[in-house]
């Protein structure tokens, strides 16, 4: 099977993005500190929860930086593994609960 490769991203791309826009990056890297900080949540739940959302929007890059930010905040491997089984079967569960929307269109069509 053929490894799927995705550009890593350098330093020269940051800064491309930022001189393209500063006012957004700006914006969007303080957006990202206020909501990784420390609040009601403590920052090893938060970036659990980074890791499974990633795990299900299937960022590789997303991935990589918040398993490695939950492993900075003290995350366990168990704990990181956990929070993925959590993704897998909110994705799973959403297809099943979705098959609703299929026995409605196939109406008594497949009560015989």
């Known amino acids: ?7 890593k991203p350098t330093r020269e791309d940051a800064e491309r993005r ?3 826009a500063p006012a957004a990056e700006d914006a969007f890297r303080a957006f ?4 990784f900080a420390a609040g009601a949540l403590d920052t090893r739940t938060k970036q659990l ?3 499974a959302v990633a795990h299900v929007t299937q960022c590789p890059w997303c991935i990589e930086g918040h398993v490695k930010a939950a492993q900075r905040d003290g995350a366990t491997p168990e704990q ?7 993704a897998a079967e909110m994705r799973a569960g959403a297809a099943y609960a979705h098959s609703i929307k299929a026995l409605e269109l196939m109406g ?3 009560s015989e």
């Open 32 to 35: 990202s500190k206020a909501v």
């Open 49 to 51: 929860i980074a890791v």
């Open 80 to 86: 990181i593994m956990e929070a993925i089984w959590v």
């Open 18 to 20: 930022r001189a393209l």
């Open 108 to 110: 008594d069509a497949g």
């Open 1 to 7: 099977m053929a490894e799927l490769r995705f550009p």
